[in-house]
């Protein structure tokens, strides 16, 4: 994989690591499993006895055991391992399925999607947390760039297998996504067996010797003389050792003792909010009616056309983590964010037409027009949702930041899910505006706040945010070798 035939303990790594990307998968099955299921009448019938209030509860009850699991999952995370805070998820997330299947009360149901929303925050919380610390330097970007833009594949698995179920005229037309949902967890389960721990982790609880076995076996193929091994295990001890040197280093205070921790604090609940309040929410409540307009009324068709929109999002949030290693994080984040400014501001002035004059090809235009929204969408934001937070916190504060950053995210998808349908009613197509005002914001965010991230080690990246803070516990000679020392391997230079 990635051209390195050669090197047995890297292929056995990255199967791990691609199995491990199934807990972004989990997350969007179940994201997406509710909105597929309220449009089957054997649910809808499970669920009328209930007040509009209560299903609402009902539906936003992943995000809301998601929300409350986040902090708890970050503490598992760093202090039983990151491999511990993903058993316990899948396990969770299997579970839930299998009591969602058996049912027979809609508040049972209810509990039961809360507690899959607790197992998805703690896969969530540690999963790229250890593909980011664990993968090959030369891979990390690309392979934390795909976790988040693999979340469409859960999505697709959702709407896929909710379509084929719509000719089934029992419970079972429903029960069948609820069990489905245990696919992507048993992905996660037998990536485990593969997966080692993360070298970091085991150094900061003094497990130094495990590390360096592990970088041996997985990034020096064995070899235990291998440069790169050498240097990446001198890098990660100094790291971690300056981190742990200072006075309440992994609390949540640290956040807030020096201008480069708040810095860090400030990106990680912005990312949460931009990653729901860009407009991507649009798609969901505009684009059924503008199908009904242009004579798309079928449920089937109008399925069809929503998995197809679902697979467009999956090709570009890979085409996105793919090149984000060639261009730089902030030059997606600049591009996409101009671009979906565009397409949404063209996307309102066509829906504006369409609904107050009645011009058909204007409606017609606001499809393609929200494709190409999702498209810059997806190629920023989808991939480095996850990965960026992850490259900008020093390990100490990883998980928390991570955990801070998921939970302003199901936040703000809890606002999403109640107030935008609610809104959207009332003012029509004229909410869009307010989409195009959060989108200025964010492009003035992310112009002002967001460092390029490109072609550094995630120890370097550090040095970006917090310079004296490491740099003036090593010793010069050291901090003078880590920034500028070079090794060659396999005709391949690592800085």
Known sequence: MFGMDQDHGLRRLNLGIVLMLAASATSGYNASQINSLLVLPEFLEFLHDLSSNAQGLIIAAVSLGAFISFIPASFVADQYGRRVS?????????????????VKHPWVFFGARMVTGVGVGFSQTAAPLLIAEAAHPRQRRVLTGLYNAV???????????????????????????????????IFQLIGLC?????????????RSGDAKNMLTRYHGNGDPNSALVQEEFDQICSSIVAEADLKS?????AFLKTRGDVHRLSICILLGFMQEWTGNGVTSYYLPPILDSVGIKDAF????????????????????????????????????????MIFLSTSTIMAGLFT?????????????????????????????????????????LRAKGLAITLTTDSLACFFNQFVNPIA????????????????????????????????????????????????ELASPVESEEFQEKSVTMKGETYV
């Open 151 to 185: 979340w469409f594949c859960g999505s697709i698995t959702a709407a896929a297998v909710a379509f084929s179920t719509l000719s089934i005229t029992n419970s079972w037309s429903w029960r069948v996504p609820c069990l489905m949902q245990i696919i992507y967890p």
């Open 86 to 102: 993903v058993f316990l998820g899948s396990t969770l997330v299997i579970f839930a399925a299998i009591i969602q299947v058996a």
């Open 301 to 340: 068709h109008q399925a069809a056309v929503t998995i197809s929109l679902q697979v467009w999002n999956l090709i570009f949030a890979i085409a996105g983590a793919s090149t984000s290693d060639r261009y730089g994080r902030r030059t997606l984040w600049l591009s996409a964010t101009t671009l979906m």
């Open 194 to 206: 593969i997966m080692p721990e993360s070298p970091r982790w085991l150094v900061s609880k003094d």
């Open 249 to 253: 280093s992994s609390g949540w205070g």
């Open 424 to 471: 959207f009613k009332i003012l029509q197509w004229r909410y869009f505006a307010i989409y195009i005002g959060c989108l200025a914001f964010f492009l003035a965010v992310v112009y002002f706040l967001f460092p390029e991230t490109q072609g550094r080690t995630l120890e370097d990246v550090a040095r970006v945010f917090e310079k004296e803070k490491i740099v």
């Open 356 to 396: 107050e004059l009645r011009i058909q090809e204007a409606g017609i235009a606001v499809v393609p027009m929200l494709f190409l929204f999702c498209a810059s969408y997806d190629f920023a934001y989808m991939p480095l949702f996850i990965a960026y937070p992850a490259e900008i916190l020093p390990f100490q």
